[in-house]
């Protein structure tokens, strides 16, 4: 008997990746607020890294480094309280997405960023007595280089240089940069081997599993390419509970802004008692999100906009009759429309599922048709123009989340 084995092995590999975002503070605050500049999507990010990874890699998060800062304003001991409560914050909002283990951590506070406000100075050539106030800046730096003491009171002192011409222009234009926390995580991109793709070996390879360690510093920052997006699918239960079967899909297109759009087609008929009920039609939105849970998250929330509705229709249950649009015409044959504007609010009930209510005020128009049934055949009466101002929109939408990072993180889900 004979015995054929094909030994097949792969190299584990890992690759150390640093990741960094800045994240911004409003002035004199340590509240972590998503609205400002681009403070969500950065978050998204980082949460996405440490939830997943990518597809064909698998993450191991090595150390996370925070580092709280503030504008050089105010008192010493505020800004290192406000620095060390940023950090806290910051740390605090990862914890959410999974168990991170003291020895990962590192927290460093700058207090009030000499540094970093040289740099901006360094960088922009619009500061007024831009090389004096280098200088200057230096200057303070060298003398805290043991501790900022409160007596030394450089603030004071920048405030009146040069009249204070240098410091209003930083105070308007460099002091928001530095009100801001650094968030660092260095993580291992380990190759997922269950994503590898076959190899045809003419030869069997040996197996090496060590993994050599990667020195932390210094290392390049590179981004996650992994980026949020936001998309829902929906089905109307006012329709469905009167047996319209509709669809419809919402896109998040970024600065709180979705287009969504709409469509139902039912088609029943019963030619002995002349029962028939055929309508079709859809609408489009623009929605403009806003309140505090559209600030934590895409899709959820207030929303209001324009929207624009078109549809055709045919009712009639034994009696007289009524069509919408041309006889026998489809969409495009002077369907009713109506046009308007719409509020609503989606309310999380699920990990991936909302629940949304919208109201839509507008005016409708079109051209119908009025009819008897009579022998088998349907006898026009009259033909009447349809104008009407007031509710033309009524949604109680089952949504369902889809995307990465479009979860709701605080129903039916894990945290």
Same mark, same amino acid.
């Given at each position: 008997?004979?015995?054929?084995?094909?030994?097949?092995?792969?190299?584990?590999?890992?690759?150390?990746?640093? *990741?960094?975002?800045?994240?911004?503070?409003?002035?004199?605050?340590?509240?972590? *607020?998503?609205?400002?500049?681009?403070?969500?999507?950065?978050?998204?990010?980082?949460a996405?890294?440490?939830?997943?990874? @990518?597809?064909?890699?698998?993450?191991?998060?090595?150390?996370i480094?925070?580092?709280?800062?503030?504008?050089?304003e105010?008192?010493?001991?505020?800004n290192?309280?406000?620095?060390?409560?940023?950090?806290?914050?910051?740390?605090?909002?990862?914890?959410?997405?999974?168990?991170?283990?003291?020895?990962?951590?590192?927290?460093?506070?700058?207090?009030?960023?000499?540094?970093?406000?040289?740099?901006?100075?360094?960088?922009?050539?619009?500061?007024?007595?831009r090389?004096?106030?280098?200088?200057f800046?230096?200057?303070i730096?060298?003398?805290?280089?043991n501790?900022?003491?409160?007596?030394?009171?450089?603030?004071g002192?920048?405030?009146?240089?040069?009249?204070?011409e240098?410091?209003?222009?930083?105070?308007?234009?460099?002091?928001?940069?530095?009100?801001?926390?650094?968030?660092?995580l260095?993580?291992?991109?380990?190759w997922?081997?269950?994503?590898?793709q076959?190899?045809e070996?003419s030869?069997? !390879?040996?197996?090496?599993?060590?993994m050599?360690?990667?020195?932390?510093?210094?290392?390049?920052?590179?981004?996650?390419?992994?980026?949020?997006?936001?998309?829902?699918?929906?089905? #109307?239960?006012?329709?469905?509970?009167?047996?319209?079967?509709?669809?419809?899909?919402?896109?998040?297109?970024g600065?709180?802004?979705?287009?969504?759009a709409?469509?139902?087609?039912?088609?029943w008929?019963?030619?002995?008692?002349?029962?028939?009920?055929?309508?079709?039609?859809?609408?489009?939105?623009?929605?403009?999100?806003?309140?505090?849970?559209?600030?934590?998250?895409?899709?959820?929330?207030?929303?209001?906009?324009?929207?624009?509705?078109?549809?055709?229709?045919?009712?009639e249950?034994g009696?007289?009759?009524?069509?919408?649009?041309?006889?026998?015409?489809?969409?495009?044959?002077?369907?009713?429309c109506?046009a308007?504007?719409?509020?609503?609010?989606?309310l999380?009930?699920?990990?991936? !599922? #909302?629940?949304?209510?919208?109201?839509?005020?507008? @005016?409708?128009?079109?051209?119908?048709?009025?009819y008897?049934?009579?022998?088998?055949?349907?006898?026009?009466?009259?033909?009447?123009?349809?104008?009407?101002?007031?509710?033309?929109?009524?949604?109680?939408?089952?949504?369902?989340?889809?995307?990465?990072?479009?979860?709701?993180?605080?129903?039916?889900?894990?945290?």
């Open positions: 008997m004979a015995v054929l084995c094909l030994v097949v092995s792969y190299r584990v590999t890992a690759q150390t990746t640093c *990741d960094s975002v800045k994240i911004y503070f409003r002035q004199a605050y340590s509240t972590l *607020d998503l609205s400002i500049r681009n403070n969500r999507e950065a978050l998204d990010r980082i996405d890294s440490l939830e997943g990874g @990518y597809a064909d890699s698998i993450y191991q998060l090595r150390r480094v925070v580092i709280g800062g503030a504008s050089p105010g008192s010493v001991p505020l290192i309280r406000l620095s060390e409560k940023r950090a806290d914050r910051l740390f605090g909002y990862l914890s959410k997405y999974g168990d991170l283990p003291d020895s990962l951590k590192e927290v460093r506070h700058l207090g009030r960023d000499w540094q970093g406000l040289l740099a901006l100075v360094e960088a922009d050539p619009k500061v007024p007595y090389e004096q106030t280098i200088e800046l230096k200057e730096i060298a003398r805290s280089v501790g900022e003491r409160e007596a030394d009171n450089n603030v002192r920048l405030s009146r240089f040069m009249g204070g240098p410091y209003r222009y930083m105070y308007r234009h460099l002091f928001p940069e530095l009100r801001a926390s650094r968030l660092i260095w993580y291992d991109r380990i997922n081997p269950r994503k590898v076959p190899l070996l030869a069997p !390879l040996s197996v090496d599993l060590k050599q360690p990667t020195s932390l510093n210094p290392l390049p920052v590179t981004p996650v390419p992994n980026k949020p997006f936001y998309m829902a699918v929906k089905s #109307n239960l006012l329709y469905d509970a009167a047996l319209v079967p509709n669809v419809g899909v919402e896109f998040y297109l600065a709180n802004l979705s287009v969504a709409n469509w139902m087609y039912a088609w008929t019963h030619r002995s008692n002349d029962w028939f009920w055929r309508i079709y039609g859809g609408d489009v939105a623009l929605r403009w999100w806003f309140g505090r849970a559209a600030k934590e998250k895409p899709l959820t929330g207030h929303h209001v906009g324009p929207y624009l509705q078109t549809l055709t229709y045919d009712f249950t009696g007289r009759g009524y069509i919408g649009g041309v006889p026998g015409g489809d969409i495009f044959d002077k369907a009713n109506a308007g504007i719409e509020y609503g609010y989606s999380p009930i699920g990990r991936r !599922l #909302n629940l949304d209510f919208t109201i839509g005020l507008g @005016y409708l128009w079109g051209t119908y048709y009025e008897l049934p009579q022998d088998g055949c349907y006898v026009w009466q009259a033909t009447k123009k349809r104008q009407f101002f007031g509710p033309t929109k009524a949604e109680v939408s089952l949504v369902w989340l889809i995307g990465r990072g479009n979860v709701n993180r605080e129903k039916g889900g894990k945290r």
